[in-house]
């Protein structure tokens, strides 16, 4: 039975291929990053770790400390049971928020698209602003960004 080294090192492996053949411009800078390294040109700052616990954390070698400090299963098991519907919670707005005077609005509904920067989008945003209040909640979630993502273990 293969050890938690040898799984983790051939996902790794795994993930190089994967790059290598459909995503060649992060597989070169992963190359050069390792090549980097493997020659001196470049100092390793962190180090994954397989704690007795039975998961990883990360180590930041100058320091010793570990970057999560805990069980990181748990840790995404919390943050993902965090998620919920509402709008004010674990989300941010990819469109700045305005508030259109009336007279933009009219006229925006008459200009060419392409004379203001924010004419084509106005009444796209002036519509869903009244039809769905702040605080409402969500019924869905169509995409999910994680920052910092637990390892990958969410």
């Given amino acids: 039975m293969p ?3 040898d799984k983790a090192l051939q996902t790794y492996q795994n993930n190089l291929t994967y790059l290598q053949a ?3 411009r992060v597989y070169d800078k992963l190359a050069s990053f390792d090549s980097a390294v493997a020659n001196g040109h470049f100092q390793e700052r962190y180090d994954l770790e397989y704690k007795d616990g039975g ?9 010793n400390n570990y970057l999560y400090g805990c069980d990181t299963n748990e840790y995404a098991r919390e943050i993902t ?24 609005l009219k006229k925006a509904k008459d200009d060419p698209i392409d004379a203001n920067n924010l004419s084509a989008i106005a009444p796209i945003i002036d519509l869903l602003d009244k039809k769905i209040p702040e ?5 869905k979630h169509e995409k999910f960004i994680f920052f910092g993502v637990g390892l990958g273990t969410h």
């Fill in 3 to 5: 050890s938690i080294e």
């Fill in 55 to 63: 998961y990883f954390d990360v180590k930041e070698i100058s320091t």
């Fill in 22 to 24: 459909k995503q060649a």
């Fill in 135 to 139: 605080n409402s909640t969500m019924k």
């Fill in 81 to 104: 049971n965090s998620i919920d519907y509402k709008k004010e919670d674990n989300i941010f707005i990819v469109t700045p928020r305005y508030n259109f005077s009336k007279e933009f």
